[in-house]
T-cell receptor, first 115, second 114 residues
Framework: GAGVSQSPSNKVTEKGKDVELRCDPISGHTALYWYRQRLGQGLEFLIYFQGNSAPDKSGLPSDRFSAERTGESVSTLTIQRTQQEDSAVYLC?????????????FGAGTRLSVL | AQSVSQHNHHVILSEAASLELGCNYSYGGTVNLFWYVQYPGQHLQLLLKYFSGDPLVKGIKGFEAEFIKSKFSFNLRKPSVQWSDTAEYFCAVNADSGNTPLVFGKGTRLSVIA
């Protein structure tokens, strides 16, 4: 596609519910990243995928967070038993490959509100 | 671990004023440096980047940044801002080794008034 696409753009959920956020990267981009931006904070790295390699999950804040990606296509970030502190904008980015000198292209994000 | 500090949370300038946004990072090794911008209602986009070579890099829309290794800084500058520069600006860094995601500062909100 033309850019990184994320859905939904907004999600309101009740505490304790599970949510799934979707990211469709730029076609041909082998690397995909998830970040979280809480109010007044910078972006925090959550997880990244590079091709068929095992993902780097080092940024996931708890075992309630997980993500999947099939091949080099769509990724879903799942948050189980959501808590109010999970409220944030979740951003997805993709790049041609996961090397340090890469440019990451960002989607518009999903704004998650946990009531 | 790397960290990025942006000194100004919110900057308000009149049109035609000069801009300098501070960014300092902490990391002892070789780094790549980025400035991203988020205009109201739009997604993050790359403004400029430094990988190596000339420490003064130029980006889109008349922005430039200077990498000063001894000060661990990568400040963003523009000689004359416009109303359309109103946005949030994020400095980011990653270590130049292996596959490393970006570490971002908290961002600086720039408001340009007519």
């Amino acid at each position: 596609g033309a850019g990184v696409s994320q859905s939904p753009s907004n999600k309101v959920t009740e505490k304790g519910k599970d949510v799934e956020l979707r990211c469709d990267p730029i076609s041909g981009h082998t690397a995909l990243y998830w970040y979280r931006q809480r109010l007044g904070q910078g972006l925090e790295f959550l997880i990244y995928f590079q091709g068929n390699s095992a993902p780097d999950k080092s940024g996931l804040p708890s075992d309630r967070f997980s993500a999947e990606r099939t091949g080099e296509s769509v990724s879903t970030l799942t948050i189980q038993r959501t808590q109010q502190e999970d409220s944030a904008v979740y951003l997805c980015a993709s790049s041609t490959q996961a090397v340090a000198k890469n440019i990451q292209y960002f989607g518009a994000g999903t704004r998650l509100s946990v009531l | 671990a790397q960290s990025v500090s942006q000194h100004n949370h919110h900057v308000i300038l009149s049109e035609a004023a000069s801009l300098e946004l501070g960014c300092n990072y902490s990391y002892g090794g070789t780094v790549n440096l980025f400035w991203y911008v988020q205009y109201p209602g739009q997604h993050l986009q790359l403004l400029l980047k430094y990988f190596s070579g000339d420490p003064l890099v130029k980006g889109i829309k008349g922005f430039e940044a200077e990498f000063i290794k001894s000060k661990f800084s990568f400040n963003l500058r523009k000689p004359s801002v416009q109303w359309s520069d109103t946005a949030e600006y994020f400095c980011a860094v990653n270590a130049d080794s292996g596959n490393t995601p970006l570490v971002f500062g908290k961002g600086t909100r720039l408001s340009v008034i007519a």
